[in-house]
């Protein structure tokens, strides 16, 4: 009876931890089509990706030979599997990020092999206890040299690596020839090892399908300056297209994606013009291009990008100025905007094409669209400075809301969407007063008096009530204050709007001073007006081209 009790249990057991397992099983499916959707997103964003893994696999191939052939195997020993670790680490995505890494290790090691060799050569015939003590102090004076030299900010940013590689290898090789007479030896092996996964790595790098750092800096620096023309125009667009037209979702991605690369290309920027530095000349003149011109263009262009985000900002602010307000201006605003956006797509272009800039990038129709929106600002003054009767009710009151209609109008609409709540039947009482004694909150004219509601409120909040009541009173009395405090003015918003994107026109001057000089510098072609205007205009209907994918 007790085994069918048993069995009888473990098959419910079974039965439950599959029904459990069952969802899990049927996700499975789902999973793995993402994981795969995924991997197909990676490579067809950047298809160099594909060639680069293609390349390691066959760099890899080719030194596991090293190990795999007999005949190979004899030549260097145990030592070619430091080949297979010198791709693996030496072999990076650009040319210039594996020449860096490359050279730093095979002149670090061979460095550090010669300096170990000679300590080996002074104390070759002295006592074991000097040489213990001599082996010490160079193990000391090297190690706390080199850890302080890599603080050096030019050594940390070119040499770390190398560096680093050489104090490890002078380490090994000077303790281990302590005890081990061969070590010299195997140092050696261990030497052409580590070349011949260098030479593979660099000729993998430079010669089967080259990705080069310096046209990925290039081509980031023309892409940053599109995403910015774009992130202008959308941003215009939406603040003046009507609520049924806007589409949000795809509005806002656009915005976001223009300025979010150049926000965070610090780090990619200066990354990428220390890898070029370490490239060969692969230009026509054989010159030495100024790459960390393109890092100060690109700090330029970071400090333009802070207005764009303040500009989409306004999109988002929770007052916003009423559209029969913002019409007024819709036109010289919209001029302006696309006049910006032309300067930023000819300096795109002029930098693409390696060209200079067309003498004539600030054209008087910026000029004319900033005296527009000047005009405009100027023939409606009552909507940014306000009325002088409206500040004087302000200032004797207290309470504008009794003295502007539209501000009665939303006071009114908030307290009495919490009238039972707040002040049902005008009169509450207090905590700490005899039942029956009523405290009434209208005002003098049975209105309702703004800091006796904010008093009341106070008290209510020190007594033990829900915490769904103290949130409908803070947002009541939050609605109450940004009313009465902002009566003077409904275009205030706007004026922000529109501040910024003058303050865009005088922050472009920088942009354009920088790009300048970079093609003075880098000996940019002069400007062609028949053929460079029509390759502008081409540039800014097909600024998807210009996007690229940096490691």
């Known amino acids: 009876m007790s085994n069918k009790v048993h069995e009888r249990s473990m098959e419910v057991e079974e039965e439950e931890?599959?029904?459990?397992?069952?969802?899990?099983?049927?996700?499975?499916?789902?999973?793995?089509?993402?994981?795969?959707?995924?991997?197909?997103?990676?490579g067809k964003e950047d298809p160099r990706r594909v060639k680069h893994a293609l390349k390691v696999g066959v760099s890899l191939t080719l030194v596991s030979l090293l190990y795999l052939l007999e005949p190979l195997f004899k030549g260097v020993g145990n030592s070619a599997m430091w080949a297979v670790l010198t791709v693996v680490v030496v072999l990076e995505f650009s040319a210039g990020a594996t020449l860096c890494k490359g050279l730093n290790r095979g002149l670090g090691t061979l460095i550090a092999g010669s300096l170990a060799f000679f300590i080996e050569f002074v104390v070759n015939d002295s006592g074991k206890i000097f040489r213990a003590i001599f082996i010490g102090a160079a193990v000391f004076i090297i190690g706390a040299v080199i850890?302080?030299?890599?603080?050096?900010?030019?050594?940390?940013?070119?040499?770390?690596y190398g560096m680093l590689i050489f104090l490890l290898t002078f380490n090994l090789i000077t303790v281990s020839s302590y005890r081990v007479d061969t070590v010299i030896k195997i140092a050696h092996e261990r030497f052409y090892t580590i070349a011949i996964g260098v030479g593979i790595c660099l000729l993998m790098s430079l010669l089967v399908f080259p990705i080069w750092s310096g046209e990925d800096l290039h081509k980031s620096t023309v892409a940053k300056l599109q995403g910015l023309s774009l992130s202008i125009e959308a941003c215009v667009n939406e603040y003046f297209e009507e609520e049924k037209d806007k589409e949000t979702s795809d509005s806002e991605d656009m915005i976001y994606n223009g300025y979010k690369t150049v926000l965070d290309s610090k780090s990619t920027d200066e990354a990428l013009a220390m890898y070029s530095s370490w490239e060969p000349r692969h230009t026509?003149?054989?010159?030495?291009?100024?790459?960390?011109?393109?890092v100060k263009v690109g700090a330029v262009l970071r400090q333009f990008g802070y207005s764009v985000v303040a500009?989409?900002?306004?999109?988002?602010?929770?007052?916003?100025?009423?559209?029969?307000?913002?019409?007024?201006?819709?036109?010289?605003?919209?001029?302006?905007?696309?006049?910006?956006?032309?300067?930023?797509s000819e300096l795109a272009a002029s930098i693409q094409n390696r060209r200079l800039c067309s003498p004539e990038i600030l054209s008087e129709s910026l000029q004319v669209a900033l005296q527009d929106l000047n005009s405009a600002l100027k023939s409606q003054p009552k909507l940014f400075?306000?009325?002088?009767?409206?500040?004087?009710?302000?200032?004797?009151?207290?309470?504008?809301?009794?003295h502007n209609p539209y501000v009665s109008q939303h006071i009114n609409k908030d307290t009495n969407d919490a009238g039972s709540r707040l002040a049902q039947n005008a009169v509450v009482s207090r905590p700490g007063t005899p039942r029956g004694e009523r405290t009434s909150r209208l005002g003098p004219n049975g209105g309702v008096s703004f800091?006796?509601?904010?008093?009341?409120?106070?008290?209510?909040?020190?007594?033990?009530?829900t915490s769904g009541e103290r949130r409908i009173l803070r947002q009541?009395?939050?609605k109450i204050v940004v009313m009465t405090s902002l009566e003077f003015s409904e275009a205030l918003p706007f004026a922000a709007f529109a501040s910024l994107l003058v303050e865009m026109v005088a922050r472009l001057d920088n942009v354009i001073e920088e790009v300048e000089e970079l093609g003075t510098i880098a000996c940019f072609k002069e400007y062609n007006t028949d053929t460079d205007r029509t390759d502008v205009e081409v540039r800014v209907e097909k600024p998807a081209d210009l996007v690229v994918g940096v490691e």
């Open 17 to 42: 931890s599959s029904k459990k397992a069952s969802p899990k099983i049927q996700e499975l499916p789902k999973k793995m089509k993402k994981i795969l959707n995924n991997i197909w997103k990676v």
């Open 147 to 160: 850890t302080y030299l890599r603080f050096i900010p030019y050594i940390k940013k070119n040499y770390d």
């Open 284 to 294: 026509r003149h054989c010159h030495r291009f100024p790459w960390q011109h393109y």
């Open 311 to 344: 500009l989409h900002g306004c999109l988002k602010t929770e007052i916003q100025t009423p559209r029969s307000i913002r019409v007024l201006f819709k036109d010289p605003c919209v001029r302006l905007a696309g006049e910006l956006c032309k300067v930023l």
């Open 385 to 402: 400075l306000g009325s002088n009767e409206n500040g004087n009710n302000i200032s004797q009151n207290g309470n504008s809301g009794r």
């Open 451 to 465: 800091s006796r509601l904010k008093a009341d409120t106070l008290e209510r909040r020190s007594t033990a009530v």
């Open 476 to 478: 009541q009395l939050s």
